[in-house]
C-alpha cells in the first residue's frame, strides 16, 4: 500500500509486459485479459427480435442498416418489430416500453451509446436478469464492436441467427443528470463500455463541436484539453477505500476498448464480476502527451509511472463542484456518482 494525497491507496494492479512484443516508448505493450473469462452459452432458441435502430449514428447509415437487417432476420423467418429513435434518450423509453418475453431479443443498431440506452431501458423495465443482446454496429466508436470482433452486419446478423452468447457484466451508474450548470436531477444508467471523467470527458465535449472533421475530431480534442491541462480535484472511493487529490483523468472500464479505438483497460474482461479503473494523476503537459502516446501505442500507457489500474466492484466519485461525466461514449451526466458492478447481469450475442 502506499499514501497518495490525503487518502490510503489500494494496491495497483501490476501488468506483466509482453516480451514477445517490440519495444515502443521503452516499454513492451502488457499483456492483455481475456474480453472473455466464461465459456459461451448457447442457446438457438429465438422468440422475436426486437430490432432497436439509431437512424442517426454514425454517418446516418443507421436507418439503411436496420432495414437491411430485418430483411435479412425475416428471410429466415424470425418475427422482428423494428423501433426507430427520434432523438437521444428515446432508446431508452422505446426499451422500457417493450412487453417481452423471456426469449426474445434486443438487437441494436447503433453505436455504444444506442446500445446503452436500450440495456438502460430493459434493466428499468424488469428485475429479471440475463435478457439478451445483440450489436449491429453502425456508430462512431462502436468500442465495444471491436472487443466482440464484430466486423461487418451480415456477420453480426448471423451471430444473433447460431446463438452463441456470452455473459456481460454491468455498471449501475448513479449521477447528476446533464452537464454542469444543466443538471436535471439523480439520475442512473446501465454502462457496459466505460465511464470517463477529466481530461476524457474535456476532449469529447470539444471533439463534439468539431463533428465536421470526422474521427480525427477525436484526437484534436485530446490535444486541446492535453494544452489546457485544467486542475482537477477529486476524492475516489474503491470498494470503501478513499483517497483525495488532484487527478488528470479516470478511465473506468467494462471493456478493454475505449473511443477511437484506444486500448484504455489491457486487464478488463466483460464478464469477470470487475470493473477497472486507469487512474492518470496529476501530470505535466509533457507527461501527459507521453502517457497518451504509450496509450495509443498498445495500451502501454499501464507502466507509466503516474499511472494506477485497479479494478473495483464500487466505486464514488465526489468533487468540489460539477464535474462532467461520459458514460459509454455520451456526455450525459456530471458528479457526484457512484457506481455498482453488477455481475453477468445480461447475454450479449458474440460471432463464431
Known amino acids: 500500500m502506499s499514501n497518495e494525497g490525503t487518502g490510503i491507496v489500494p494496491a495497483a494492479l501490476e501488468f506483466e ?92 443498431v447503433g453505436g455504444d451509446g444506442s446500445l446503452s440506452e436500450v440495456i438502460t431501458g430493459r434493466m428499468k423495465a424488469t428485475s429479471e436478469r440475463s435478457e439478451r443482446f445483440a450489436l449491429i454496429p ?30 456481460l457484466d454491468l455498471a449501475r451508474v448513479e449521477m447528476m443528470e446533464g452537464l454542469p450548470g444543466s443538471e436535471k436531477g439523480r439520475t442512473v444508467r446501465y454502462s457496459h463500455n ?39 480535484h477529486a476524492t475516489l472511493t474503491l470498494d470503501g477505500e478513499t483517497m483525495e487529490d488532484d487527478y488528470t483523468l479516470f478511465l473506468i472500464q467494462n471493456s478493454q476498448t475505449g473511443g477511437s479505438m484506444l ?34 501505442s498498445e495500451g502501454r500507457h499501464v507502466f507509466h509511472p503516474r499511472v494506477d489500474y485497479h479494478k473495483f466492484k464500487t466505486l464514488k466519485i465526489e468533487t468540489p463542484a460539477p464535474a462532467a461525466i461520459n458514460v459509454d461514449g455520451e456526455n450525459i451526466g456530471s458528479t457526484p456518482l457512484q457506481m455498482e458492478v453488477l455481475s453477468n447481469a445480461v447475454q450479449i450475442c458474440v460471432p463464431n
Open 263 to 296: 486500448p484504455l483497460a489491457p486487464g478488463a474482461s466483460l464478464d469477470d464480476g470487475m470493473m477497472d479503473i486507469g487512474i492518470l494523476k496529476k501530470m505535466t503537459r509533457r507527461d501527459v502527451l507521453k502517457a497518451f502516446g504509450m496509450l495509443k
Open 17 to 108: 509486459p509482453d516480451s514477445s512484443s517490440k519495444k515502443k516508448k521503452g516499454v513492451h505493450k502488457p499483456v492483455y485479459s481475456p474480453v472473455f473469462t466464461q465459456k459461451p452459452v448457447q442457446n438457438t432458441d429465438i422468440g422475436c427480435i426486437h430490432l432497436l435502430v439509431n437512424p442517426f449514428s454514425g454517418k446516418k447509415k443507421g436507418q439503411k442498416i436496420g432495414e437491411k437487417v430485418k430483411q435479412i432476420l425475416e428471410d429466415e423467418g424470425n418475427s422482428v418489430e423494428v423501433h426507430f429513435s427520434a432523438h437521444s434518450g428515446h432508446l431508452i423509453e422505446i426499451a422500457e416500453s417493450i412487453q417481452a418475453q423471456p426469449n426474445d431479443i434486443f438487437a441494436v
Open 194 to 232: 466505460l465511464v470517463t471523467w477529466g481530461l476524457g470527458v474535456d476532449s469529447t465535449i470539444k471533439a463534439e463541436r468539431m463533428r465536421w472533421m470526422g474521427p480525427m475530431r477525436y484526437d484534436v480534442g485530446i490535444l486541446m484539453a492535453i494544452m489546457a491541462n485544467n486542475r482537477r
Open 138 to 167: 453502425a456508430g462512431t466508436g462502436n468500442s465495444v464492436a471491436n472487443d466482440l470482433r464484430l466486423t461487418s452486419t451480415e456477420q453480426a446478423v448471423q451471430g444473433i441467427l447460431k446463438g452463441t452468447w456470452q455473459n
